[in-house]
């Protein structure tokens, strides 16, 4: 079987309710992102930045994976499907996904702050007094801006063994996911789903455009590929 890579951002999650990265106007939920999604953000406000995650996390027990989710999850049949998403949510889980590599954190998942080794499970709020067995206070398991992508070199190895790369609902600005493109063999397929894309095909002699929204676009994906499995 052929080594399909996914690569997904906030876009494949919108159709189901989640609200993309950041606004506009350069907010996420109303918040400026350095004071929610930075260390220096939970340093100086640890309650609001739970609180964030909180409501984050409350959010997810109220959607459902959309039609592009699990388009993806249908193309196991044909291929050897690798996902690597930018999202902290879980609906490519929830849509039954095998293998899937979350670059940015798991809203799922709190760790401790002193020690990152010790991750565990979190589906409640998580509040000022949740501590590790460590006896540190727990933090959310997202990767803040100024961190580290402890799993980037993981993916960067999934992606040198790409067949196939396809890309949905991602801006292509936020490194150094975005650099993941760079990694492919010469010349294989790469396919780039979103309603405004970012990216042409006079940039790759080897891109597709798929100029759509993720569950109408993971459509036209499926018919481009039944022919190269």
Not at 33 to 61: C, K, W
Not at 164 to 177: D, F, K, N
Request: aromatic share 8%.
């Amino acid at each position: 079987m052929k080594n399909l890579v996914v690569l997904t951002g906030a876009g494949i999650s919108a159709e189901s309710g989640i609200k993309t990265f950041r606004d506009a106007d350069g907010l996420w939920e109303g918040h400026d992102i350095m004071e929610v999604a930075s260390p220096q953000g939970f340093y100086d406000n640890p309650t609001l930045v739970l609180d964030f995650y909180n409501q984050r996390r409350q959010q997810l027990h109220k959607v459902k994976p959309n039609k592009a989710h699990l388009n993806l999850v249908g193309l196991e049949k044909k291929f050897n499907v690798q996902i690597i998403t930018q999202n902290v949510d879980n609906l490519h889980e929830q849509a039954g996904s095998s293998n899937i590599i979350h670059l940015h954190g798991e809203l799922l998942k709190v760790r401790s702050t002193k020690n990152p080794e010790l991750v565990y499970p979190w589906k409640e709020d998580l509040v000022l007094g949740d501590l590790c067995k460590e006896n540190s206070q727990l933090r959310p398991h997202i990767v803040w801006f100024g961190e580290d992508v402890p799993l980037l070199e993981k993916a960067a190895e999934i992606t040198l063994e790409a067949d196939i790369l396809v890309i949905i609902g991602t801006s292509m600005q936020v490194y150094p996911a975005a650099s993941l493109i760079n990694y492919t063999k010469p010349n294989i397929p790469i396919y780039f789903i979103d309603p405004k894309p970012s990216i042409t095909e006079n940039q790759f002699s080897n891109l597709t455009v798929i100029k759509d929204v993720a569950s109408i676009g993971t459509d036209t994906l499926l018919n481009a590929l039944s022919f190269r499995s």
